[in-house]
T-cell receptor, first 114, second 111 residues
Framework: DAGVTQSPTHLIKTRGQHVTLRCSPI?????VSWYQQVLGQGPQFIFQ???????GRGNFPDRFSARQFPNYSSELNVNALLLGDSALYLC?????????????FGEGSRLTVL | RKEVEQDPGPFNVPEGATVAFNCTYSNSASQSFFWYRQDCRKEPKLLMS???SGNEDGRFTAQLNRASQYISLLIRDSKLSDSATYLC????????????FGAGTRLAVHP
């Protein structure tokens, strides 16, 4: 079975642009979470979606938004990009909504903002 | 204060050595605890859960002290393949998967 897949794997944008990152969870997993990992730091929680509804949001500005589709895939959108948004964006899926620590991560989308 | 703090790295150890990582967390309401492993430029993967009674998985032993809000990971008989960054992770619970990750401790095992 395929694991969590993310696209694109690498992308370069300039300040002020917009980016959309995509994620397909493991088949049968209904929960998708997004994390941002800046170089040298651990992943930081951005959003969790379960059954197409936002279930949790981290401490990120409104420039960050996401959604989950009926097939449980998800998109993360970031508007008005800043240099500080350069990071690895990780998508993770799990079969349940919450109270579990086992998340299955994709390989990430590495965003560089120039 | 960071929500999850870990030993600064890197730890450079020879093969066969025993190495211990420590971690503290600030939120006493934290519900569950984990160690994840992240290889260079790869995604994090769950290594093991951590329970108050302590738990062992082969060469790896994890301990949790809720009173001290302290988590540890012990690796015995280190292998070259153990070289990675080890992330201490806390789940605050509340019905959804908001995992709080530490910054990680880098381990380098050399021949």
């Amino acid at each position: 079975d395929a694991g969590v897949t993310q696209s694109p794997t690498h992308l370069i944008k300039t300040r002020g642009q917009h980016v959309t990152l995509r994620c397909s969870p493991i088949s049968g997993h209904k929960s998708v979470s997004w994390y941002q990992q800046v170089l040298g730091q651990g992943p930081q929680f951005i959003f969790q979606y379960y059954e197409k509804e936002e279930r949790g949001r981290g401490n990120f500005p409104d420039r960050f938004s996401a959604r989950q589709f009926p097939n449980y895939s998800s998109e993360l959108n970031v508007n008005a990009l800043l240099l500080g948004d350069s990071a690895l964006y990780l998508c993770a899926s799990s079969p349940r909504q919450g109270d579990t620590g086992e998340l299955f991560f994709g390989e990430g989308s590495r965003l560089t903002v120039l | 204060r960071k929500e999850v703090e870990q030993d600064p790295g890197p730890f450079n150890v020879p093969e066969g050595a025993t190495v211990a990582f420590n971690c503290t967390y600030s939120n006493s309401a934290s519900q569950s605890f984990f160690w994840y492993r992240q290889d260079c430029r790869k995604e994090p993967k769950l290594l093991m859960s951590v329970y108050s009674s302590g738990n062992e998985d082969g060469r790896f032993t994890a301990q949790l002290n809720r009173a001290s809000q302290y988590i540890s990971l012990l690796i015995r008989d280190s292998k070259l393949s153990d070289s990675a960054t080890y992330l201490c992770v806390v789940n605050l619970g509340g019905g959804y998967n908001k995992l709080i990750f530490g910054a990680g401790t880098r381990l380098a095992v050399h021949p």
